[in-house]
C-alpha cells in the first residue's frame, strides 16, 4: 500500500495562477482533509471531507476550494493564487467509525511558493 | 473554540537526557489526545494517542498521561537518542477534525 500520496511534491506559481493540488488514498478512508503548514503556525485545517461528494469549511478555507468525486482521491484547487498561499500543504486520511479516536494519516506535503 | 498550546522550542539537549514537552488544551467537550512527530522533509506521523481521562499512551519510550483535572497531555521521554530529533505537535479531536499546537522543535546532540 502507498498509504497517502499527493502530486506535485514542489510547485512555484505567479500570484494569479491557478493549479490543483492531488491527493489519492488507497486505504479506502472515508475521512479526508487538506491542511497547511506555516512557520510558527502549526497545521491548520483548510478544508475536509466526509465522504464521497461531500466537502465542509476548515479553520482557514479562503482562496481554496476542494472535491471530492472519488472516494479515494481529493483535491485542493487555487482559483487565483496569491504570495500568502505559499505553504507547505498537507493532505491526510482517517478511517470511518468512532472518528475522534482515529489516527489521520498524513501525506509527504507539497511545497508551494507563490511569487 | 479548541485550542492546544505548547512550550515554544527549539528544546536542546543531549543525547540520554529526559525530554518533557508541555501541552494544555481548551475543549468544550471531552476530545481524544494526540501526539505526532515530523522528520525533517515528511509528513507526520501518529506517534502516541490517549482517548479518555487517565488514559496513558506511549510508543518507542515516549509517554503521555491524558489529565483532564489541568487539561495537559504532556509528553515524556526518559532517554532521547539522537534520532528523535524532529518537530512533535500535540493535537486534539472532538468533532472529527484536528487542532494542532503550533509544534515544538527537539534537537539532540550526540
Known amino acids: 500500500n502507498a498509504g497517502v500520496t499527493q502530486t506535485p511534491k514542489f510547485r512555484v506559481l505567479k500570484t494569479g495562477q491557478s493549479m490543483t493540488l492531488l491527493c489519492a488514498q488507497d486505504m479506502n478512508h472515508e475521512y479526508m482533509y487538506w491542511y497547511r503548514q506555516d512557520p510558527g503556525m502549526g497545521l491548520r485545517l483548510i478544508h475536509y471531507?466526509?465522504?464521497?461528494?461531500?466537502?465542509a469549511k476548515g479553520e482557514v478555507p479562503d482562496g481554496y476550494n476542494v472535491s471530492r468525486l472519488k472516494k479515494q482521491n481529493f483535491l485542493l484547487g487555487l482559483e487565483s493564487a496569491a504570495p500568502s498561499q505559499t505553504s507547505v500543504y498537507f493532505c491526510?486520511?482517517?478511517?470511518?467509525?468512532?472518528?475522534?479516536?482515529?489516527?489521520?494519516?498524513f501525506g509527504p506535503g507539497t511545497r508551494l511558493t507563490v511569487l | 473554540g479548541n485550542s492546544v498550546t505548547q512550550m515554544e522550542g527549539p528544546v536542546t539537549l543531549s543525547e540520554e537526557a529526559f525530554l518533557t514537552i508541555n501541552c494544555t488544551y481548551t475543549?468544550?467537550?471531552?476530545?481524544?489526545l494526540f501526539w505526532y512527530v515530523q522528520y525533517p522533509g515528511e509528513g507526520l506521523q501518529l506517534l502516541l494517542k490517549?482517548?479518555?481521562?487517565?488514559d496513558k499512551g506511549s510508543n518507542k519510550g515516549f509517554e503521555a498521561t491524558y489529565r483532564k483535572e489541568t487539561t495537559s497531555f504532556h509528553l515524556e521521554k526518559g532517554s532521547v537518542q539522537v534520532s528523535d530529533s524532529a518537530v512533535y505537535f500535540c493535537a486534539l479531536n472532538e468533532y472529527s477534525t484536528l487542532t494542532f499546537g503550533k509544534g515544538t522543535m527537539l534537537l539532540v546532540s550526540p
Open positions: 491526510a486520511s482517517s478511517p470511518p467509525g468512532r472518528t475522534t479516536y482515529n489516527e489521520q494519516f
Open positions: 490517549a482517548t479518555k481521562a487517565d
Open positions: 475543549a468544550t467537550g471531552y476530545p481524544s
Open positions: 471531507s466526509v465522504g464521497e461528494g461531500t466537502t
